[in-house]
């Protein structure tokens, strides 16, 4: 077989030296593609082969070497959407592939060789375009742009920005925007620029605050202490980071005192076992759905994840009047909106002006302002507690 493929178009002075080893994968190369079928698979067990044959030679072999460039062509053609192909156009340089690399980034954000494909991008000819127009739905466009914020790379600052920066975007676009900005100093700087322009959306502060307080560079950490201080326990007492807070033990006993006080107002939208009021989602088996992380968040920052269907809606009426609520049903002519303390009103759609779906939840953030550390510790021990079965 090696006979049949030898005929090779390399010069022989070109084969001395640091080529010298060439000759043979150069042979297996050549060979399995030109022996070819038309591929079925995108990465059949030949190209494989032809892969990890090519895997062991460098870039500038291949460039001076015509047939094997021919063959790096055939073989990207064959891997075209394949994390093989952004491994090969990255180890091999190859240029003019913005296009092809775009493409695989946005079908496949979460391969582990979307971060190549990032930066291969960001790495290009100008204008940089990481695909972030062409990505989508929002939970596509979000992973793309949680890639790219992997990247570490300055230059995501600009393309991300628009972004975060966007109130038309949907809340899970922006906050990986934020996210992806935290990981780069200018983006971090970019952030504070927001906040001190009033330009950043109250519910990314939360998440905004939480990146930018333990950033690692010093000046951005001060100054995000200052713009976007920690939430505060009761008497404004600092409450320690999450990581440290779902670490700590309460008294779920005590939780339970805490979830129906007036002041702290839980029961007042929830309901716990049939008791309480049916307003926002059923918290009898919370401690099922959401680990201790979640829980606390679902408090500290309601809006960083809306249940699906608990969504705030701001109605206005023809004759001036507005109403805030949760949609929970709609027909031809009526749209029944949940307001607050349980109540459903039956609304004539001829009557409704406008509804908008608002980025920030009905639940308020802050409430943690009403207990001290401890009781805010027990009120998770509480809510972790509810579980199936378990009263
Ligand atoms: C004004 C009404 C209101 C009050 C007061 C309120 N909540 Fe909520 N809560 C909601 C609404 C509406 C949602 C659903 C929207 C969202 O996820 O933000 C929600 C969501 C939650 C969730 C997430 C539920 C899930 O299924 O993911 C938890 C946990 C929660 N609240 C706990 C609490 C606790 C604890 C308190 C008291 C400290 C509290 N809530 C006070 C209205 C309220």
Redesign the pocket.
Known sequence: MIRLLMPLPVAPRRLTRAFSYLPAVACVVVGLLGSQSPVRAAVDDRTRVVLEALGRMKAADVESNPALKKALERVLSQVRGEPEFIGLVRDFKVTGQEAAVREFLVAHPESPAAVDAARLLLDGPPPVDVGLAQAGPAVRLAGVIKVVGETEDRRLVPLVMPLAADPAQPAEVRRAAVTALARVQDGAQALLGLVRSNRLADDLRFVAGGLLRSSRWPAIRTEAGTLLPAPAAKGAEPLPPLAELVKRTGDPARGAAV?RRAD???I???QVNGEGVD???N?SE?GT??GRDA?AE??LD??A???FG?EAWAIQLKNGDDLTG?IVGETEQELSVKL?GGTVNRLKKVEVAKREKQAL????AG?QQAMTTQEFVD?LEY?ASLKKGAR
């Open positions: 979830f702290v107002g839980c007042q939208c929830h307003f926002g989602p918290l919370i759905k959401l829980l679902a408090v309601p809006s994840g809306i249940s608990f949760l607050q939840s009905i639940m308020p409430l009120l809510l």
